[in-house]
């Protein structure tokens, strides 16, 4: 069984900074990529930042929103996945959800989620 456990949220002003984690554990084979989405009261989950490897080199990729502001990393040997957030705006407020696309021992790829953890910025 694999689980994904966040930390990290919580509520800041605006202009100010977070930092999230996301630890994936369990039956764990290989991991192709895993990311961060978040969905805002009354929208659509929306992708952050998601991070992929190919061989020693990772790959991000960020959503226009938060470009210059966000910064995903990943620490390979612990399964764990980072997002730093700078200059945080109002419109950043939303449930942030990690993800990993992983192989299970004895499974196929597959996406894997976590619970969700929230960020608020209001002054």
């Known amino acids: 069984q694999v689980q994904l456990v966040e930390s990290g949220g919580g509520l800041v002003q605006p202009g100010g900074s977070l930092r999230l984690s996301c630890a994936a554990s369990?039956?764990?084979?290989?991991?192709?990529?895993m990311g961060w989405y978040r969905q805002a009261p009354g929208k659509q989950r929306e992708l952050v930042a998601r991070?992929?490897?190919?061989?020693?080199?990772?790959?991000?990729n960020y959503a226009d929103s938060v470009k210059g502001r966000f910064t995903i990393s990943r620490d390979t040997a612990k399964n764990t996945v980072y997002l730093q957030m700078s200059s945080l705006k109002p419109e950043d407020t939303a449930v942030y959800y990690c993800?990993?696309?992983?192989?299970?021992?004895?499974?196929?790829?597959?996406?894997?989620w976590g619970q969700g953890t929230q960020v608020t910025v209001s002054s």
């Open positions: 993800n990993a696309y992983l192989r299970a021992a004895g499974r196929a790829l597959d996406d894997y």
């Open positions: 369990g039956s764990i084979f290989a991991i192709s990529a």
């Open positions: 991070i992929t490897s190919g061989g020693n080199t990772n790959y991000a």
